[in-house]
């Protein structure tokens, strides 16, 4: 299997020549070299695990700028990163140093003594073992593919498990359907411990709520118990007891008063008096999530787009459902600002084009396919052709460079321009420059 992980920064070159980048689900090697490393993840601050397809990131992103407007120091790993490997760990609330990680490096791989591990678990080990060594009063830990079976799902008694919307994803790893789908990512709900969970799929609902009653897991359900809604702008959350009239969310998109509302719930839940309203506030209006319908506006892409009068877009969704909220953002980008909307775009092969690419024929965007540095990287014809079904006009180009200025030719409207697909895709438009590298 292609590791996607690019080989930008030493880090990721000295990882990469001991450890491949492929999945096997299970927790038994990062069990086994957590033990040999004295069990560093059970001397972290309260944990917040964090399980879903869409909006874990978004989520881990309110979540830590909540926290960290409270005056706590945050911990947080996520995934993948998009330029450097640093980008991964965040410790009390700082990207993790290269000096750090060499030191890490050497101490964790001769804990593990040639054992097989792979380059995901052994990049959580890294984390937690540097979570362990640094003080700080919370962790935030995004799982990484699934749940149940991840490198993640390490942890006993979290403070509060959260689980996002749940949608058909890597159906090769965990599919085909939904409920399967679901259960995996039930599995990081513990016995007795609290979950916070998103409005769901009715099927996937009941699978996780059935996992949660056979452990005596309170959960908090949005719909049921709490909800969270965009009211003349802004972030309104209904809990049990009282609402929270908010900022509406510093991430662009209707689905992210979800997903800040989601995040608010699961920061109530921990229960510290730190985390007031006026911390909410600060956080859901704060936080920073890169390729997330980030709007460009450094770099040689977007100077490109400045010159003709248009702005520029970036976004790493790249499944059906990411394609409905993606269509949904541009759909009020549009509808505030009524030029036409062009899309860029790359993705896997693996992924379901057509799916992502449907939710946008309403907006009748001319879309440019293209492809990247992976070869399993869709064919930009397959691509395109997708697009057609979808009812979308669509042209293949060599690059997004090249996509980007096919986009701004010809003397009508500036447009918006919005390139997605994928994640790695993204990397790669914002490695372009040290001016739009994640910080």
């Known amino acids: 299997m292609y590791d996607p992980i690019r080989a930008s920064d030493e880090v990721i070159l000295r990882l990469r020549a001991h450890h491949p980048s492929l999945i096997d689900l299970t927790t038994g090697r990062v069990e086994r070299l957590l033990a040999a490393l004295g069990n560093p993840e059970k001397r972290l601050p309260p944990v917040i ?3 879903g397809t869409n909006g874990k990131g978004s989520t881990v992103a309110y979540l830590r700028a909540i926290g960290e407007a409270a005056g706590l120091r945050v911990h947080a790993i996520t995934s993948p990163h998009l330029v450097r490997f640093a980008e991964r760990i965040r410790l009390a609330g700082t990207l993790i140093t290269d000096a750090q990680l060499s030191d890490l490096i050497d101490r964790v791989e001769a804990a593990n003594a040639g054992e097989p591990i792979s380059f995901f678990e052994i990049t959580t080990v890294l984390a937690l073992q540097a979570f362990a060594e ?3 009063d919370l962790c935030i830990v995004e799982v990484g593919l699934g749940g149940r079976f991840d490198a993640t799902n390490i942890f006993d008694a979290p403070a509060v498990s959260v689980i996002t919307p749940v949608d058909y994803d890597h159906l090769e790893m965990l599919g085909p359907e939904l409920t399967k789908i679901a259960w995996e990512k039930a599995g990081i709900i513990k016995a007795g411990r609290p979950a ?3 409005r769901q799929i009715e099927e996937g609902e009941a699978v996780i709520l059935a996992e949660a009653e056979a452990l005596g897991a309170p959960v908090t359900l949005m719909g049921r118990d709490f909800d969270a809604w965009e009211e003349r702008g802004r972030l309104l959350v209904q809990m049990e007891d009282r609402l929270y009239d908010l900022p509406p969310p510093s991430l662009f998109g209707g689905y992210q008063f979800a997903n800040a509302g989601l995040a608010v719930a699961a920061a109530l839940a921990l229960g510290d008096p730190r985390i007031d309203e006026a911390a909410l506030a600060k956080g859901v209006a704060s936080a920073v999530w890169p ?10 892409m977007a100077k490109l787009a400045d010159e003709r009068g248009a702005d520029l877009w970036l976004d790493g969704g790249h499944n059906p459902h990411a ?3 993606l269509a949904e953002a541009a759909g009020r980008l ?3 600002d009524p030029r036409p909307l062009v899309l860029v775009a790359a993705m896997f092969a693996r992924k379901d084009a057509l799916g992502f690419f449907q939710p946008f024929a309403g907006l009748n965007p001319k879309v440019f396919t293209t492809t990247f540095d ?3 990287a869709a064919d930009a014809g397959e691509l395109a052709a997708a697009a057609r079904a979808a009812g979308l006009e669509a042209e293949v180009v060599l690059d997004v460079e090249a996509g980007l200025r096919r986009a701004l030719e010809g003397s009508g409207p500036a447009p918006h321009v919005l390139i997605c697909g994928g ?5 790669e438009v914002l490695a372009m420059s040290p001016e739009t590298w994640p910080s």
């Open 374 to 376: 992976s070869p399993n």
């Open 334 to 336: 549009v509808a505030r």
């Open 134 to 136: 640094t003080p700080a």
């Open 49 to 51: 695990h964090v399980a």
């Open 423 to 427: 994640l790695h895709f993204a990397g």
């Open 291 to 300: 390729a997330r319908f980030q709007r460009l506006t450094d770099g040689p």
């Open 196 to 198: 916070v969970v998103a």
């Open 323 to 325: 394609g409905r909220a």
